[in-house]
């Protein structure tokens, strides 16, 4: 055995080295010609993740010093070292070819791996994360029915209406126990998107936000204020539904596993804590129990019946859907589905649960600091909407379909900056499904591509003619693409046309994002959006706030959101 392994010394000696050799090799980062990188990351172990994780320290927003970049090496096309062993990843940094790729360029450009990973750890059967193709479409249709507008308006409308006066009255109880002091205000967004997305995916009311109303009126004279109305309010913590803590739980890991140099060993990690599988138990069986009953109270009908029953909610129609299918099928319909059918329902309601819960309230929050940072914008929205929705003659509020149906260009306009100065997904994430070219940069195929959505950041020049076909051929559909007299500052007034209305095409908008993999709730998220926004609006004078209490600094989870979110209200 000794001499064995003394005469293979030599040999072990070599395959050593090179396995080293090769390790160090791979580990250095080793850019694709001909694009743009920093010279002194090309150098480091760990390329450019440091300068990454230095800036993130201090800004907690990595799309900013990843797009700065761009600006640092003056190119609309880089490629940053974002983790040792792997390939660098490419950066695109001009609305335009943004736009253009995410549209029309999907046969080259795809969901990357490393988000539907993400995802597929926890959600493996759904349409998110599933490469854009017949499968993908296929699956999408299937909800078609609780997107479009014949379900949003029967279904959708009185409940968000609900819901919005829900979280006025709430709001309202705790403006009145803070007594003029600010007080934190997200989770009251979280709770009232929770309880719509839940009741149109599920058909169940929740009654979150009323439980969170009676637990501020049960303790508003029981509770001892600070002396300074500076200082924050003591309210009560908003009791949040299980379901709607297991959701943000699930976004949570989500995001970690995003950001992580070692997705697959962290999301392995996540998943043996024992937090991770009791909370996968409890969704996994709330979920599964729901299907089975609506499938078992269906299955009783006839295909008429089934055919003429109305959608109440998108688990009706999931659950419809397929009993329909079984019965053109010839299957069974009084047994259980099948796994895969189940799973599959079971996914697709809970993406919509995952993907349509939390963006909602973030982008409310955004807004509401918008109104607080800018009281004259503030005072001429509220102006707009009292001449355009006027109370009724006993102060009721004004009706959904008035606040859904009147034109109000300011309110638009105000929807549209907040969207676009919000930027909630900073970072779209895409893959290359083949060897291609941007801007007359040649990209290899798989590899991973993250674009700027961010409509406000001034355009680098760029030669017409280096501009994809498609992108060249739609220039002209919007005004323009930036504002010469730039975007940082919050400017509804940028959005309206000379005649004073509101004019969608004035500058691109990617805020849903754009293409096949665009947002598949933007109609409900807007409806919901406007209906709050108007109400919020009309109900409350948010008053400034103590500088300590008004950061407008963003903090990145799985969107950008607000670090702080505090109001001060005077009820109207
Ligand atoms: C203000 C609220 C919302 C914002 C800002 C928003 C934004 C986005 C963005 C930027 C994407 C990424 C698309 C891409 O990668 O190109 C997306 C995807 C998605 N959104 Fe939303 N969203 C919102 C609300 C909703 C709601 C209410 C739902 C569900 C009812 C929803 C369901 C989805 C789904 C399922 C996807 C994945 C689409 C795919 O299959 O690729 N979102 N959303």
């Given at each position: 055995m000794d001499i064995l392994s003394l005469n293979h010394l030599p040999l072990v000696a070599i395959v050593l080295a090179f396995i080293l050799y090769y390790v160090?090799?791979?580990?250095?980062?080793?850019?694709?010609?001909?694009?743009?990188?920093?010279?002194?990351?090309?150098?480091?172990?760990?390329?450019?993740?440091?300068?990454?994780?230095?800036?993130?320290?201090?800004?907690?927003?990595?799309?900013?010093?990843?797009?700065?970049?761009?600006?640092?090496?003056?190119?609309?096309?880089?490629?940053?070292?974002?983790?040792?062993?792997?390939?660098?990843?490419?950066?695109?940094?001009?609305?335009?070819?943004?736009?253009?790729?995410?549209?029309?360029?999907?046969?080259?450009?795809?969901?990357?791996?490393?988000?539907?990973?993400?995802?597929?750890?926890?959600?493996?059967?759904?349409?998110?994360?599933?490469?854009?193709?017949?499968?993908?479409?296929?699956?999408?249709?299937?909800?078609?029915?609780?997107?479009?507008?014949?379900?949003?308006?029967?279904?959708?409308?009185?409940?968000?209406?609900?819901?919005?006066?829900g979280l006025i009255d709430l709001l309202r109880a705790q403006a009145k126990m803070a007594g003029g002091r600010p007080f934190y205000c997200f989770d009251d967004f979280d709770v009232a998107a929770f309880e719509l997305i839940w009741e149109l995916v599920f058909g169940t009311n929740v009654d979150a936000i009323k439980n969170a109303r009676n637990k501020v009126l049960c303790q508003t004279s029981d509770t001892a204020q600070p002396p300074s109305l500076n200082s924050p309010a003591r309210i009560p913590v908003i009791q949040k539904p299980d379901m709607c803590e297991a959701v943000s739980f699930f976004i949570s890991t989500v995001a970690k596993s995003l950001k992580s140099?070692?997705?697959?060993?962290?999301?392995?990690?996540?998943?043996?804590?024992?937090?991770?599988?009791?909370?996968?138990?409890?969704?996994?069986?709330?979920?599964?129990g729901l299907i089975e009953k609506t499938r078992s109270k269906l299955a009783g009908l006839s295909e008429g019946q089934l055919m003429e029953l109305e959608e109440s909610s998108a688990l009706v129609t999931g659950v419809r859907r397929q009993l329909l299918a079984h019965i053109r099928q010839g299957q069974p319909v009084n047994v259980p589905f099948p796994a895969s059918v189940q799973a599959e329902i079971h996914d697709e309601l809970f993406m919509i649960l995952v993907a349509g819960h939390e963006t909602k309230a973030v982008l409310l929050s955004w807004s509401v600091k918008f109104l607080i940072a800018n009281p004259e914008k503030q005072e001429k929205l509220r102006k707009a909407l009292v001449d355009a929705l006027p109370k009724g003659s006993n102060g009721e509020q004004p009706s959904v379909k008035?606040?859904?149906?009147?034109?109000?260009?300011?309110?638009?306009?105000?929807?549209?900056?907040?969207?676009?100065?919000?930027?909630?997904?900073?970072?779209?994430?895409?893959?290359?499904?083949?060897?291609?070219?941007?801007?007359?940069?040649?990209?290899?195929?798989?590899?991973?591509?993250?674009?700027?959505?961010?409509?406000?950041?001034?355009?680098?020049?760029?030669?017409?003619?280096?501009?994809?076909?498609?992108?060249?051929?739609?220039?002209?559909?919007?005004?323009?693409?930036?504002?010469?007299?730039?975007?940082?500052?919050?400017?509804?007034?940028?959005?309206?046309?000379?005649?004073?209305?509101?004019?969608?095409?004035?500058?691109?908008?990617?805020?849903?994002?754009?293409?096949?993999?665009?947002?598949?709730?933007?109609?409900?998220?807007?409806?919901?959006?406007?209906?709050?926004?108007?109400?919020?609006?009309?109900?409350?004078?948010?008053?400034?706030?103590?500088?300590?209490?008004?950061?407008?600094?963003?903090?990145?989870?799985?969107?950008?959101?607000?670090?702080?979110?505090?109001?001060?209200?005077?009820?109207?």
């Open positions: 160090s090799k791979r580990a250095y980062p080793s850019p694709y010609p001909g694009i743009p990188f920093n010279a002194t990351s090309a150098n480091k172990f760990w390329g450019d993740s440091s300068g990454l994780l230095d800036a993130v320290k201090i800004t907690q927003d990595p799309a900013k010093f990843i797009f700065q970049q761009n600006r640092k090496l003056n190119s609309p096309v880089i490629q940053l070292f974002l983790a040792p062993l792997s390939n660098p990843t490419i950066i695109i940094d001009d609305v335009r070819e943004v736009k253009d790729i995410l549209s029309n360029r999907t046969h080259e450009f795809d969901r990357a791996p490393r988000t539907q990973d993400a995802y597929r750890s926890l959600l493996p059967h759904c349409s998110l994360v599933k490469a854009t193709g017949p499968a993908f479409k296929h699956q999408r249709r299937f909800w078609e029915g609780v997107t479009g507008t014949p379900f949003l308006r029967r279904v959708a409308e009185p409940k968000m209406y609900r819901c919005a006066l140099v070692s997705q697959t060993w962290h999301l392995w990690y996540l998943r043996q804590q024992p937090v991770y599988k009791r909370k996968l138990a409890f969704k996994n069986s709330t979920i599964d008035s606040i859904l149906s009147t034109s109000i260009p300011y309110l638009e306009a105000y929807m549209e900056e907040s969207m676009r100065a919000a930027n909630t997904s900073p970072r779209l994430v895409r893959r290359t499904t083949t060897d291609t070219q941007v801007l007359g940069y040649s990209i290899p195929k798989g590899v991973t591509v993250i674009l700027n959505p961010y409509i406000g950041t001034q355009p680098l020049d760029i030669p017409e003619h280096l501009r994809s076909e498609t992108s060249r051929n739609s220039k002209g559909n919007f005004e323009s693409y930036w504002d010469v007299n730039g975007m940082d500052d919050f400017q509804p007034e940028r959005w309206l046309a000379e005649d004073g209305s509101f004019n969608p095409r004035q500058f691109p908008r990617l805020g849903f994002s754009a293409g096949p993999r665009m947002c598949y709730g933007r109609n409900l998220a807007l409806m919901e959006f406007r209906v709050n926004l108007v109400l919020l609006v009309l109900n409350f004078k948010f008053e400034s706030l103590p500088k300590d209490l008004d950061s407008m600094e963003s903090q990145q989870r799985l969107f950008r959101m607000p670090r702080q979110c505090y109001v001060r209200l005077s009820p109207l």
